[in-house]
């Protein structure tokens, strides 16, 4: 797969890719009500609305039509654990992802018995082979390797119940580092998306949070398509790009999965020319990784025999693949599953969408406000155009709430499969 990663050849300086946040713009509790947030519509000729979360499906239906909307149904586990070292001093774990005896996070987490997962630890005086314990006694982990506050850990239940099921009891809310609080009652409902159904993420796929049993209804009854994805969201969501030159960042990877109903209805969609709206970066990357994987897959290039496959890293930078439409993509994946009974389609990304990569399946977007300097931002900005930059000074003039409590915005783009250029 290494013919499809080659870096671009223009570069992607991120001093293009900072602005100044407000500190007091950091959303550190979200709205008393999930639909309660403001959106910011973000037109392709550069007009903006100034609406309502609850607004979504009438604005919908007023500037895209009848669309076919894409969620991530990933749900957050209770990943941050308190723990005690055999002096009685305190510690923190934090899980990331799961390396034994899967690296699936679905798997790993109905399992019973022990496992490794790479972690956070933090705490004075953690060595290797030190034995945490968690103070209900549920649970035990033995420090495996170490390297400063990365570590390689074994999780040892007292009880052979489902991880998920310790960790519901014995773990907390893994709220992101910009959150300066501790966690309470109310996360463990307010981090988590209403239609949460696939144990995995460490981190709330957060452009969801917004969404309501209500707009559900309403998004169907006004004859969208309504679909779900599964990307379990990793700790690297949060990592900055700290080369300034982002060819040079290593992107995060990430499990995703669609089943052959959300395939069909994107397929379906993509044939009646009904636009696609992606709830998320997370579900616009997954979709846009299904994408390539087709093209991959067109160009006979995937071996799903031997091993889950990943999408690499530029591979949306590559024009040799720019030949396959959506719809010859889509079939191509569609193909592959009838021809070998699948019902769920598995795979690791690393894509990285940035500005220069033509989006390919996404019409519109919907997503809250990012760091500065991050990969997320770098997808909005390949999204919009150089546009992002007037949106987000916007938003910050009106006082929007940023990042993962924070306000939302709708990017209406101009025409699926370019990148705008203004």
Not at 115 to 138: C, F, K, Q, Y
């Amino acid at each position: 797969m290494d013919c499809y990663n080659d870096k671009p050849a223009f570069s992607l300086l991120m001093d293009e890719y900072r602005y100044d946040l407000p500190e007091d713009l950091i959303a550190q509790v979200p709205q008393a009500v999930r639909d309660a947030s403001r959106l910011l519509v973000c037109l392709p000729n550069g007009r903006y609305e100034h609406r309502s979360i609850r607004e979504f499906p009438d604005l919908l239906a007023a500037y895209l039509g009848r669309a076919a909307i894409v969620f991530n149904n990933s749900r957050v586990v209770r990943a941050r654990l308190r723990m005690q070292k055999p002096t009685g001093g305190h510690a923190e774990v934090l899980l990331h992802e799961p390396l034994i005896p899967s690296t699936d996070p679905q798997v790993v987490l109905a399992a019973r018995g022990q496992s490794d997962w790479s972690a956070m630890i933090g705490g004075r005086n953690i060595h290797e082979s030190m034995v945490l314990t968690h103070p209900s006694g549920l649970l035990s982990i033995r420090v495996l390797h170490r390297y400063g506050m990365q570590a390689h850990v074994r999780i040892l239940p007292a009880e052979p119940k489902p991880l998920s099921e310790i960790l519901d009891n014995a773990g907390s809310v893994p709220l992101p580092p910009y959150i300066k609080r501790a966690d309470t009652g109310a996360d463990a409902e307010r981090y988590q998306t209403v239609y949460a159904h696939a144990d995995g993420s460490v981190a709330a796929p957060t452009a969801g949070l917004h969404f309501t049993e209500d707009i559900l209804r309403r998004l169907r009854d006004g004859g969208n398509s309504v679909l779900f994805s599964t990307l379990h969201v990793g700790m690297g969501t949060f990592m900055p790009v700290q080369a300034d030159d982002a060819r040079n960042h290593i992107m995060h990877t990430e499990r995703i999965s669609l089943d052959a109903e959300t395939l069909q209805g994107l397929a379906s969609a993509v044939a009646q020319g009904m636009p696609v709206v992606a709830v998320g970066t997370t579900s616009l990357r997954t979709i846009e990784s299904v994408h390539w994987l087709g093209c991959m897959l067109r160009e006979g290039r995937v071996n799903f025999t031997e091993t889950e496959p990943t999408i690499p890293q530029f591979i949306a930078f590559d024009k040799k693949l720019y030949k396959y439409s959506a719809a010859d993509s889509l079939a191509a994946i569609q193909e592959f599953m009838q021809a070998n009974t699948l019902d769920c389609l598995h795979a690791t990304t690393a894509l990285m969408l940035a500005p220069g990569a033509p989006v390919r399946l996404t019409d519109g977007l919907f997503t809250n406000f990012h760091l500065p300097s991050s990969s997320l931002l770098l997808l909005v900005a390949d999204v919009m155009g150089p546009l992002w930059r007037d949106a987000y000074a916007e938003a910050i003039r009106h006082q929007y709430r940023f990042l993962s409590y924070g306000d939302a915005m709708l990017i209406v783009r101009t025409q699926r499969g370019d990148t705008p250029t203004s």
